[in-house]
């Protein structure tokens, strides 16, 4: 089991629970799903997360809702301990008919 963490700034901000409060309600919950998911369970469908190609240890987390894809980055520290830091939504292109 791993523990999930939001890195919060020197500020007090946190930039990934700010973009989870900017979600409507649906994405939030799936989004947060997931992340409970990456706690939980030890052996993660790999649909969930991936190391980013070209990275040295930068993770996402990477959600689906209907035609959005939302991406959740951060890294691991250890074994257990997952610290996300960064989110943002990527919306699938409309393939006109």
């Known amino acids: 089991m791993k523990e999930v963490v939001f890195y919060r700034m020197v500020s007090g901000r946190c930039?990934?629970?700010?973009?989870?409060?900017?979600?409507?309600?649906?994405?939030?919950?799936?989004?947060?799903w997931v992340l409970r998911l990456v706690e939980?369970?030890?052996?993660?469908?790999?649909?969930?997360?991936?190391?980013?190609?070209?990275s040295e240890d930068i993770w996402e987390v990477r959600?689906?809702?209907?035609?959005?894809?939302?991406?959740v980055l951060?890294?691991?520290?250890?074994?257990?301990?997952?610290?996300?830091?960064h989110a943002f939504q990527k919306k699938t292109p409309k393939i006109p008919p």
């Not at 951060?74 to 830091?85: H, I, Q, S, T, Y």
Request: charged share 25%; proline share 6%; hydrophobic share 45%.
């Open 74 to 85: 951060g890294f691991l520290d250890g074994a257990e301990l997952v610290v996300l830091n």
């Open 40 to 54: 939980e369970i030890d052996l993660v469908p790999a649909q969930y997360p991936k190391k980013l190609v070209g």
């Open 63 to 71: 959600v689906q809702v209907a035609g959005n894809i939302f991406r």
């Open 15 to 32: 930039p990934v629970e700010e973009f989870l409060d900017s979600l409507e309600s649906k994405q939030a919950q799936k989004v947060t």
